[in-house]
């Protein structure tokens, strides 16, 4: 069982940076892939990156993975999710999420996720 706890989200105003945490409780975070979705205000829940146990990373557009950096820190079991130049479409509550060995792109293949951190971008 692992349990998941964000952190990090807050107001910004367009252009600015946040870093979200994402910290995992027990001994084998390192043999799991973690993700992070998002979620706006009636939308279903988005994918946004994810980072393999290799480290490897994959970013759901161009767009995101210009702005959008993830990273993790296997002896601090954490994840992180540093966003630059937010935009008011940003705007979403964050998730992250783990499942064992392989990453993936889907809500529907991650056996936990976090209770999620609000992101507000204003204009």
């Known amino acids: 069982q692992v349990q998941l706890v964000e952190s990090g989200g807050g107001l910004v105003q367009a252009g600015g940076s946040l870093r979200l945490s994402c910290v995992a409780s027990?001994?084998?975070?390192?043999?799991?892939?973690m993700a992070w979705f998002r979620q706006a205000p009636g939308k279903e829940r988005e994918f946004v990156g994810a980072?393999?146990?290799?480290?490897?990373?994959?970013y759901s557009s161009d767009s995101v993975k210009g702005r959008f950096t993830i990273s993790r820190d296997n002896a601090k079991n954490t994840m992180y999710l540093q966003v630059n130049s937010l935009k008011p479409e940003d705007t979403a509550i964050y998730y992250c999420?783990?499942?064992?060995?392989?990453?993936?792109?889907?809500?529907?293949?991650?056996?936990?996720w976090g209770q999620g951190t609000q992101v507000t971008v204003s204009s």
């Open positions: 027990g001994r084998t975070f390192a043999s799991y892939a």
């Open positions: 999420a783990a499942r064992r060995r392989y990453s993936s792109n889907y809500v529907r293949d991650y056996d936990y």
């Open positions: 980072i393999a146990t290799s480290g490897s990373v994959t």
